[in-house]
């Protein structure tokens, strides 16, 4: 069993940056790949980037290749959401999560954080 839970998350103007983190409890943690998914108001959950155990894998959703930057330290059991160049759409809550297989869907994952706000001004 794994507990995550975020942290990073606020109010930042449009073109700013914001780095999340997500810290994992449980020493498990370097076994599992990790991704980010964000929610909207009155949208679904969608993906955002995932990164695999060892760190040597990562995709994103095409809006956001180019300016987001997943990344893990599995000696700190923490995984990491770097945003650049923000928009008021990236407006979301901000979900971590750890499973055993590189995924891109909700579904591919087993544990979840609670989820931070960002907000982005325009």
């Known amino acids: 069993q794994v507990q995550l839970v975020e942290s990073g998350g606020g109010l930042v103007q449009a073109g700013g940056s914001l780095r999340l983190s997500c810290a994992a409890s449980?020493?498990?943690?370097?076994?599992?790949?990790m991704g980010w998914f964000r929610q909207a108001p009155g949208k679904e959950r969608e993906f955002v980037a995932v990164i695999s155990s060892t760190g040597g894998r990562t995709d994103y959703a095409d809006s956001m290749k180019g300016r987001f930057t997943i990344s893990r330290d599995n000696a700190k059991s923490t995984v990491y959401l770097q945003m650049n160049s923000l928009k008021p759409e990236d407006t979301a809550v901000y979900y971590c999560a750890a499973g055993p297989r590189f995924g891109v869907v909700a579904g591919s994952y087993d544990h979840w954080g609670q989820g931070t706000q960002v907000t982005v001004s325009s």
């Open positions: 449980g020493r498990t943690f370097r076994s599992y790949a």
